[in-house]
């Protein structure tokens, strides 16, 4: 008789089974809106240099290509822009279509990037041609040093890229938050941390990816259930929080996470 493979199948999506890795649940910490009277009593701790919150404005496009064709079917572009650092793409506004000159200026169109002194940040505009074709190179230019002082926080930040074309970007203080600033893995016996957030009450703690966390404010992590131990790390946002802490099986030390600013960079 042909045995079903249907049991199988199911201890295999649970990650039993020869050769299956365990999946065990992972879970971010929780952040809140940091109140009124807290931000006006000056105690929280300020964002790093190197986190800028920096948002597409507008652009300016020359009305031909670079080899005097129009653009697209039409004449008009559909343009958007890109950020790469260090070679690596980590921001793309929306798309705003026919037109020389868009203005962005939406939450979607921002991002909280760290840039630091070493780093290179390019930011390019291009035309987007469709899913089946790549996108048209209209300019680029490429930052080092950091964002310029005169750039930080002050709202404008015009870029002149080779090609003709300009960006403005919009610069302002990095937003805070309340919250831990982890991602963890719930292991039954202890939570694994598996991301420390750069700007964050925990790292500010000294907490490391691959720390475990043991007890929560003097309570075994083996003697709450999962949901317990997620409404015990989220207290970050509401009071300070003590943790029991190995690491790479060294003897457990304390560490306490202060309630204090949460800065979500990338």
């Known amino acids: 008789m042909r045995r079903s493979l249907l049991p199988i199948l199911a201890l295999s999506s649970l990650g039993i089974g020869a050769g299956c890795a365990a999946i065990f649940p992972r879970h971010t910490t929780a952040s809140r ?25 507008s652009a300016e496009c020359p009305q031909l290509t670079r080899d005097g064709r129009p653009w697209d079917g039409d004449g008009r572009p559909d343009l958007y822009v890109v950020f790469i650092r260090n070679g ?16 962005w200026d939406s939450a979607a169109d921002a991002i909280e990037l760290f840039v630091r002194p070493e780093d290179t940040l390019r930011v390019e505009l291009r035309d987007d041609d469709g899913a089946l074709a790549p996108s048209d190179f209209v300019g680029m230019v490429e930052l080092r040093g950091g964002v310029p002082s005169e750039a930080r926080d002050a709202g404008r930040w015009q870029l002149r890229l080779e090609g003709g074309a300009t960006v403005f970007l919009s610069s302002r203080p990095p937003r805070a938050r309340l919250g831990m600033g982890v991602t963890f893995e719930y292991r039954i016996d202890y939570a694994v941390l598996v991301e420390v957030s750069e700007a964050s009450p925990a790292a500010s703690a000294g907490l490391r990816v691959g720390d475990r966390i043991l007890r929560v404010n003097g309570t075994d992590v083996s003697r709450l259930s999962e949901l317990e131990v997620r409404q015990a790390l989220d207290r970050v946002m ?29």
């Open 238 to 266: 509401m009071s300070d929080v003590t943790l029991a802490i190995q690491r790479s099986g060294s003897a457990a030390f304390e560490a306490t996470v202060r309630s204090d600013a949460l800065y979500n960079g990338r």
């Open 33 to 57: 809106e940091i109140p009124p009277a807290m931000l006006e009593s000056g105690g929280l701790s300020p964002p790093p240099d190197t986190l800028h919150h920096l948002g597409v404005a």
């Open 88 to 103: 690596q793409e980590v921001f793309r506004s929306r798309t705003i279509e026919n037109n020389f000159a868009p203005s």
